[in-house]
């Protein structure tokens, strides 16, 4: 989704065809979208990524939000092939409504008119010429309901892809990271990662520390190793973040929108 627009522009010329302005990740908090994302930019060689979040963008100061959005997407355009990345789209410009402030409608305002610049060729600004191509915006969201639809309308977040609560054989694969510096004994992280549905990258991440901290706590700090016991032990104390309800609900929002999976 990424790399094919930033490192083949030529192909969609070719063919006729629009480069996707944004690519929009949609899954439950911990399932690992953030790290996908980031992951996928640093892989493709030659592009700058920058990053935009409400900490950058908000202020007290009437106008100084609008200025942020407008300056990362000037360099954004001056350092293409590029990718801007916003964490937790629905925190930063929300779905519009009388609650939210003025300060947040002005932002989405901006972000709207800068989506809507990218891909159509080149931008004249101040007796400048900018290039417009090569430029894509990656943003993540646990809430595809609270972002505003003029964002999901065709031709700004062009793909939408939902990212799932890891399987039973990725589980077993972020326990094997997790556990990469521990001292295990005789450990069969398939079995637990068969025993932890629902579990997001980070509950995964806790269960091992927890074991470890139950290790120590067991056999003090002269501990050997961490056994299968004190998994068995940190599993009866932790609990998974997500459950069928949360799964589902957040599938059903995604079913409104034409998806990758």
Do not use: W
């Amino acid at each position: 989704a990424m790399e094919g627009p930033l490192l083949n522009p030529s192909a969609f010329g070719r063919l006729g065809v629009s480069q996707p302005r944004g690519v929009l990740l949609v899954g439950s908090h911990g399932c690992g979208k953030t790290v996908i994302a980031l992951a996928a930019a640093s892989s493709c060689p030659g592009v700058t990524l920058f990053s935009l979040g409400a900490a950058d963008v908000y202020s007290p100061f009437v106008g100084d939000s609008e200025k942020v959005v407008s300056e990362v997407f000037r360099q954004a355009r001056l350092r293409a092939p590029s990718a801007i990345f916003m964490d937790d789209l629905d925190t930063l410009v929300g779905r519009r409504s009388g609650e939210h402030s003025g300060s947040q409608e002005r932002i989405l305002s901006a972000l709207l008119c800068e989506i809507d610049g990218i891909g159509s060729g080149v931008l004249q600004r101040s007796g400048h010429t900018q290039d417009q191509q090569n430029v894509i915006l990656v943003a993540t969201t646990a809430n595809p309901d609270a972002v505003d639809e003029a964002l999901l309308r065709p031709g700004r977040f062009d793909l939408i892809v939902y990212v799932p609560p890891p399987d039973a054989q990725t589980r077993e694969q972020i326990l094997k990271v997790s556990t990469a510096k521990m001292a295990l004994g005789d450990v069969d992280l398939m079995s637990l990662a068969n025993r932890t549905e629902y579990f997001t990258a980070a509950d995964l991440v806790h269960l091992c520390h927890v074991a470890g901290l139950q290790a120590m706590s067991e056999l003090g700090f002269s501990a050997p190793c961490v056994e299968q016991r004190h998994f068995e032990e940190a599993l009866s104390r932790t609990f998974p973040s997500l459950c069928p309800q949360k799964v589902e609900h957040l599938r059903q929002q995604c079913a409104k929108f034409c998806l990758v999976t």
